[in-house]
């Protein structure tokens, strides 16, 4: 259900490898929230670093939204770079497996296997 890749690279490259890849790879960086700053602007004493990248293919977001309007909820895809035991990792929720807890639809199921495909290539590049 999860696609994590484990990198050597420093979180702040690997973020900007992770967008690059993105980019090169046919998707639209649509919004980046760095979670771990919005934390600490708050008071809440967070040591990880956290960001997730909001990312959209919108041919693919269109054929998803033709079969079902209701799953604009499940979108865009979100990529995340964080920090988790004195590593950095990259990863996602495999949009397969989400979209099968939210639909029986062949016609999405193959979408979800290409965006899938093309995400988790993407975090390989950035790793």
Known sequence: MYYVAETSKSFDQAAADLEAAIVGNGFGVLHVHD???????????????????????PRQAARVLAVDMRLNMALPCRVS???????????????????????????????????????????????
């Open 35 to 57: 979670i771990g700053a919005t934390l600490r602007s708050k008071g809440v004493a967070f040591e990880r670093e956290c960001k997730v990248f909001e990312v959209c293919n």
């Open 81 to 127: 770079v964080y920090t988790e035991a004195g590593g950095t990792r990259i990863g996602m929720i495999e949009p397969v497996a989400m979209l099968a807890t939210l639909s029986a639809d062949a016609t999405l199921t193959q979408v979800a296997r290409e965006v899938q495909a093309v995400v988790a290539h993407s975090i390989d590049e950035a790793r």
